[in-house]
C-alpha cells in the first residue's frame, strides 16, 4: 500500500474516531457509539506502529480525531465568544491528545496486539488533573455521557463519573482485542470473549446500577426522611441586551420578586432565585443599605416562613489594614477591591446576610489562567455567565442553614461539573443541593441541555436532591435517584414549587472522591518510568 493510500486511511480512521464520539452526546445521545468511539484510533496506532510512520502522525491523527470531538459537542461555546471558543477547542483538543501519545509510545514495538491500559490510566489521569489545574474545561468528561441515562450508572454513588469513563474505555479495549483477533480464534475461544464483553462489560454493569437503585430506594423508604417544600424562580432576563446594561437592578428585583410572590404560601421554607440575580456591583460592606436587599427584605417580611437564595453580583473593598488579595483590582493608586460571582443568603428577622464566593471559576471569563504569563490573551475571554473578570473566591465551600433538617448547597454554576467538589458541600451537611445559573449566554443550543443534565450526576453521586434556578437556561427540580421532577421550557419567564426529601447519609463517593483516578495516576506514573528506564536503556 502506497503511502498515499495509508494515510488516507488513517485520516479515514482519525474522522470516524471523533464523529463515533460526538453522535454519543448531545442533542443524539447515541449512548453505544461512546463504546466503540476510541476503537479507530487503536487502529491508528496500530497501523501506524506497523508502517513505521512515527510518533508525529500519531500526534497529528489524534489531535484531528479530538478536535472533531471538542468542536461538534461543544460548537455552542461560538454564540458567547469567537476567538475563545477556538481556544476552548485547541487547547482540549491537545490535552486530550496526550493520554493516546502515552498509548502511542507504549506501543513503539511491533507485536501482535496493543497494550491499551496505560492509555486507559493516562486518560483517567489526564481527567483527574483536568478538574484541578487552572485551565480546567471538563465538560466532556466521558462520564458524563451518561447524564441523560441515569438508570445505568446508579453505582456513581460509589464511582463517580470516572467509574464512567472506565466502562468506556475498558469495553473500547475489549472491542478492539476482539475485532483484531476474530480472524484468528477458534469458536471457543470467541464464544468466551463475546459472553464475557456481553456480560461482565454489559449487562452485568447494567444490572449492577439497577441492584444499587433498588437497594437505595430501601434504604430511602426504610428511612424517616424529613421533607421541605422549595421554590424556584427563572426571571428570564437577556444577559446581552437587558441583564447588566438594560432593566434596571431595581426593576429586575421587583419582576423577580413578584414571580416569587404568585407561588410562594406558607408551606414553601425556601426560595431559590439565579445567579447574579442581584446585579449593579452589591457594596459587601454595606449589603442593608443596597435597595435590592431592602426589596427582599421586604419580600420576607411579606413570607416570614421563607428563606432566600440568591445570586448576586458583588465586590468588597479593602481596608488599609487588609492583606490583598491576588485577584484584587486597583481602582485608586493604593486602594484595591474584589468583585465576586456571590450567593447570598437571607433568613426573616435576622439581618445577618449569609455570603459565599464562588471557587469553581470558569477560566478565561472568570479567571485567566495563568495570568502572569497569559496576561496578553485576556481579550479571547469567554463568557459563559456570571461576573467577568479575575475575580475573588472562598477557598472552602459553605453551606446555609434554614432549619434543623434543611441545609442548602449555593453551587453557583460551573461548579455544578466538579463532582468531588459538590461532595465537599455534603460533607459540610448540605441535605439539599441548589444551582443556580445562567445559561442563556449559549442561546438555544445543547449547551443548556448539557448543563442540565450533569446535574442528575451530582444527584446520584451525593444521594442529594437538587434545586435548580437559571436565569435563562432551565429550571427545575431533580431527585435523588437522577430524575427530572419538574422543569420550565427555555426563555420563559416562570416560577415553580416542589416537595424536596432531605438526606444527611453520606455515599461511598461523597466519603472518600475520586478513588478510581488516583489508582490510575499512580498506575500512569509507573508505566512512565517504565518508558524513560526502558528508553534510557535502549540508549
Not at 463519573?161 to 473500547?172: C, F, P
Not at 441583564?243 to 414571580?259: A, C, D
Not at 448539557?450 to 432551565?474: C, D, P
Not at 489508582?519 to 509507573?526: E, Q
Request: with cysteine; charged share 15%; glycine share 6%.
Amino acid at each position: 500500500m502506497n503511502r498515499l493510500k495509508i494515510h488516507l486511511k488513517l485520516s479515514l480512521f482519525a474522522v470516524a474516531s471523533g464523529v463515533l464520539l460526538s453522535l454519543s452526546w448531545l442533542p443524539l445521545w447515541l449512548i453505544p457509539l461512546v463504546f466503540v468511539g476510541f476503537l479507530p484510533l487503536f487502529y491508528i496506532v496500530y497501523e501506524i506502529r506497523k508502517e513505521q510512520l512515527g510518533a508525529g502522525f500519531a500526534f497529528l491523527y489524534g489531535y484531528l480525531s479530538f478536535l472533531i470531538f471538542n468542536v461538534c459537542t461543544t460548537w455552542w461555546v461560538w454564540n458567547a465568544s469567537k476567538g475563545g471558543s477556538i481556544a476552548a477547542f485547541v487547547l482540549n483538543s491537545l490535552l486530550m491528545n496526550l493520554p493516546f501519545m502515552v498509548l502511542y509510545f507504549s506501543n513503539k514495538k511491533n507485536s501482535r496486539t496493543l497494550m491499551i491500559w496505560p492509555f486507559i490510566c493516562a486518560w483517567l489521569s489526564f481527567e483527574y488533573f483536568h478538574f484541578r489545574w487552572d485551565g480546567t474545561w471538563t465538560w466532556l468528561t466521558l462520564g458524563n455521557v451518561f447524564a441523560n441515562y441515569p438508570n445505568l450508572v446508579q453505582w456513581y454513588e460509589y464511582t463517580g463519573v470516572a467509574g464512567g469513563s472506565l466502562w468506556i474505555l475498558w469495553v473500547n479495549k475489549d472491542v478492539f482485542n476482539l475485532t483484531l483477533h476474530f480472524a484468528e480464534w477458534d469458536k471457543q475461544h470467541k464464544a468466551r470473549n463475546i459472553f464475557n464483553l456481553l456480560f461482565f462489560k454489559g449487562f452485568a454493569i447494567i444490572f449492577l446500577s439497577y441492584y444499587v437503585l433498588n437497594d437505595f430506594r430501601e434504604t430511602a423508604n426504610s428511612s424517616n426522611r424529613m421533607r421541605a417544600k422549595v421554590a424556584v424562580i427563572q426571571p428570564n432576563v437577556d444577559p446581552y441586551k437587558d441583564k447588566f446594561n438594560g432593566i434596571s437592578p431595581y426593576q429586575q428585583t421587583l419582576n423577580m420578586l413578584h414571580l416569587a410572590d404568585s407561588i410562594v404560601d406558607s408551606t414553601v421554607q425556601l426560595v431559590v432565585f439565579p445567579e447574579t440575580a442581584l446585579v449593579g456591583g452589591l457594596n459587601e460592606r454595606f449589603l442593608q443599605q443596597e435597595e435590592t436587599i431592602f426589596l427582599m427584605r421586604q419580600f420576607l417580611q411579606r413570607h416570614p416562613t421563607v428563606a432566600i437564595l440568591t445570586g448576586a453580583d458583588s465586590f468588597k473593598e479593602y481596608l488599609e489594614n487588609e492583606t490583598i488579595s491576588e485577584t484584587a483590582r486597583e481602582y485608586d493608586p493604593g486602594r484595591f477591591y474584589d468583585a465576586y460571582n456571590t450567593a447570598l443568603f437571607l433568613v426573616p428577622n435576622d439581618t445577618t446576610i449569609g455570603i459565599y464566593h464562588k471557587s469553581k471559576l470558569v477560566p478565561g471569563v472568570e479567571r485567566l489562567p495563568f495570568s502572569s504569563v497569559l496576561k496578553y490573551v485576556e481579550k479571547y475571554a469567554i463568557d459563559l455567565g456570571g461576573t467577568s473578570g479575575s475575580l475573588g473566591i472562598d477557598k472552602e465551600p459553605v453551606t446555609f442553614k434554614v432549619n434543623s433538617t434543611l441545609s442548602v448547597a449555593p453551587i453557583i454554576c460551573y461548579e455544578s461539573i466538579f463532582g468531588e467538589y459538590v461532595t465537599d458541600y455534603v460533607k459540610r451537611n448540605a441535605s439539599l443541593l441548589c444551582i443556580i445559573t445562567n445559561d442563556g449566554w449559549w442561546g438555544n443550543t445543547p449547551g443548556y441541555k448539557q448543563h442540565l443534565a450533569y446535574a442528575k450526576l451530582r444527584a446520584i453521586e451525593t444521594r442529594r436532591y437538587i434545586a435548580r434556578s437559571a436565569n435563562t437556561g432551565i429550571s427545575g427540580f431533580i431527585s435523588d435517584e437522577g430524575a427530572i421532577l419538574q422543569q420550565s421550557k427555555w426563555w420563559e419567564p416562570t416560577a415553580l414549587k416542589q416537595e424536596v426529601s432531605l438526606n444527611t447519609h453520606l455515599t461511598f463517593y461523597t466519603r472518600n472522591g475520586d478513588l478510581i483516578n488516583v489508582v490510575a495516576v499512580a498506575l500512569t506514573c509507573f508505566f512512565l518510568f517504565g518508558l524513560f528506564f526502558k528508553s534510557n536503556r535502549m540508549a
